[in-house]
């Protein structure tokens, strides 16, 4: 029975097809094959402010790399230029964020010495002049990067051997005057990640510990608190690398280590003061102390009323011989020059300087520069230690990307440990002003230098952007487990954070990098697989049909004619 023609070519045919086929999967496998390396990115802070866009708005990424933002004539939109901080020029990026000139995403390359995964590997005398010399860059890159609208994506990621081998391939095909294009060989980067949402409804925790003091019987009235203060979350340009060692890290071990030393001197009934001692880590710091306010707000009357004085302690850890106590009462006022004389008398003995800043509260402004002023607005004395001799500009110094780790901060923040925990002690015991030396360094209530260091570990490793903690984060049940062992009564207390922020997700992801070829090469290659394919074919169609049916194949079909009725 003879096959009919239909069915013949269909037989055919079906091996072209599957040829074909067979090329335009080869020529995407050129074109995307797989990845030359996968890094992990970190993306620029995406946030509204009463309503105003700032930060990256875009996550997902795929274009072209570049090596330069200022290619002269060169149309940008689809490229991702890659820039590495030590050839970050801050004046012209400004000027390119400004004007708003198109650009397919931007992403910037960090030594390693700003890795807070890596620095116990590095040469500390060796990287840290270096890391000096490039933190003003980044300093100014963070702000410059946090307080504009950029429409495209904006990533962080580390140098590695496989991203700067990309690098280089990159700057040699822009040095040829043809960078990346669609049409052009180079690479590809890659982010997939969805739509950046809104985080709903941001959660806040404070935590706090008392250190009850030794009452009588024949105390009626309660007894006077002392409060030690330190807020612990972050804000940084990239979320997920904000870790803040010194901002406000420095202050969480101060704060930790104190609470160590007044527990061991407390548990002995015949050294235990008559004062209480509450510890406070509050959340919400970048965001005006919105957590500090919270607390403040939770206490009942008795016990705001009790309150003699609070310290609250801020980046202590940048300087080892400068530290400043800013306070919103006048020097002059009683309470103030005796916690400063306290101080001061201290500082002169372990040799540290220790100056006044006075800045006086606008009550019609509710922004505050320091945490103590949550306290004086409540009509609480209190003052704030810190290394920094003025109040930081707003969304600054709270745990950036230069802050991950300052190489023997530790000496500092021993210092600043003595500091406060000698002034307290002197106060409560009623020794100010003699040489009395209660945490001695050879002594039971010395301080412990490997406490410090394991707590400042921790912290110069553990992102803390409080839009991005959970209830349930590691970090927050970590210090609320280790201020229960040193305290009593430990609570954490859980508020929505509020005001003006909205803050977006998609903080993190991976960037792949393919190599690609050019559009000229795909085209040549399917044109000569094209050609063989055609020829293999009609050789097939001669050799087992024959000429006539690989003609037909080509050849019109005749029409058929409609008999009418």
Not at 226 to 245: E, H, N, Q
Request: a neutral charge; hydrophobic letters at 40%; charged letters at 20%.
């Amino acid at each position: 029975m003879a096959i009919p023609r239909r069915t013949r070519e269909g037989h055919i045919l079906q091996p072209l097809y599957s040829m074909i086929a067979l090329v335009f999967v080869l020529v995407a496998y050129i074109e995307l094959g797989d990845a030359a390396t996968v890094v992990d990115v970190y993306r620029l802070i995406q946030y509204d402010l009463a309503g105003s866009p700032y930060g990256s708005r875009f996550a997902s990424l795929n274009h072209h790399a570049g090596s330069s933002l200022f290619a002269p004539g060169t149309d940008l939109s689809r490229t991702v230029a890659m820039i590495p901080l030590s050839e970050v020029n801050i004046t012209l990026i400004r000027e390119y964020i400004g004007q708003g000139r198109p650009l397919g995403g931007l992403l910037f390359l960090l030594p390693r010495i700003f890795s807070f995964e890596n620095n116990d590997d590095l040469d500390k005398e060796k990287h840290g002049s270096e890391k000096d010399m490039l933190t003003s860059d980044l300093l100014d890159l963070e702000q410059t990067l946090i307080h504009a609208k950029i429409p495209y994506p904006v990533y962080f990621a580390f140098e590695d051997d496989n991203i700067n081998s990309v690098l280089a391939d990159v700057k040699r095909n822009d040095a040829t005057g043809q960078p990346a294009t669609a049409t052009a060989a180079g690479y590809k980067l890659v982010v997939s990640a969805p739509e950046p949402r809104k985080v709903v409804s941001p959660t806040i925790m404070n935590i706090q510990g008392w250190l009850p003091g030794l009452k009588t019987d024949g105390d009626s009235n309660q007894l006077p608190t002392i409060a030690i203060v330190a807020s612990y979350d972050t804000f940084g340009a990239a979320p997920a690398l904000s870790v803040g060692s010194d901002s406000n890290g420095s202050g969480v071990v101060t704060l930790l280590e104190i609470a160590r030393l007044f527990s061991l001197l407390y548990s002995n009934p015949r050294t235990r003061g008559r004062y209480n001692l509450l510890f406070g880590l509050t959340s919400g710091g970048p965001y005006n102390y919105n957590g500090t306010l919270k607390w403040l707000r939770s206490f009942d009357q008795r016990v705001h009323e009790s309150i003699d004085y609070a310290i609250c302690l801020n980046t202590v850890g940048s300087s080892n011989n400068e530290l400043w106590l800013h306070v919103s009462k006048p020097p002059e006022n009683t309470y103030i020059r005796q916690i400063y004389d306290g101080f001061s008398s201290v500082a002169d003995e372990l040799g540290v300087k220790v100056g006044i800043k006075h800045k006086k509260i606008n009550i019609s402004n509710p922004r505050v520069a320091w945490e103590h002023e949550q306290f004086s607005r409540l009509r609480i004395t209190a003052a704030t230690l810190s290394g920094l001799s003025t109040p930081p500009n707003f969304l600054e110094n709270s745990g950036g990307l230069s802050d991950n780790r300052h190489f023997g901060n530790e000496a500092a923040i021993i210092k600043s440990v003595k500091l406060v925990a000698e002034s307290i002690a002197r106060h409560i015991y009623g020794h100010q002003g003699k040489k009395v030396e209660i945490f001695a360094d050879n002594s039971s209530l010395a301080v412990n230098p490997s406490y410090i260091a394991s707590w400042l570990d921790l912290l110069s490793q553990t992102p803390r952007v409080a839009p991005f903690l959970t209830k349930n984060d590691p970090l927050v049940i970590a210090l609320k487990k280790e201020l229960g062992e040193h305290t009593t009564e430990v609570n954490v207390q859980n508020e929505v954070l509020d005001g003006v922020f909205t803050f977006y997700d998609s903080i993190s992801s991976k960037l792949y990098i393919y190599q690609v070829a050019s559009v000229t090469f795909d085209l040549l290659l399917l044109l000569v697989l094209g050609s063989y394919l055609i020829t293999l074919f009609s050789f097939l169609v001669i050799t087992t049909r024959g000429l006539d049916d690989l003609i037909s194949l080509f050849r019109r079909p005749p029409s058929r004619k409609v008999k009418t009725a």
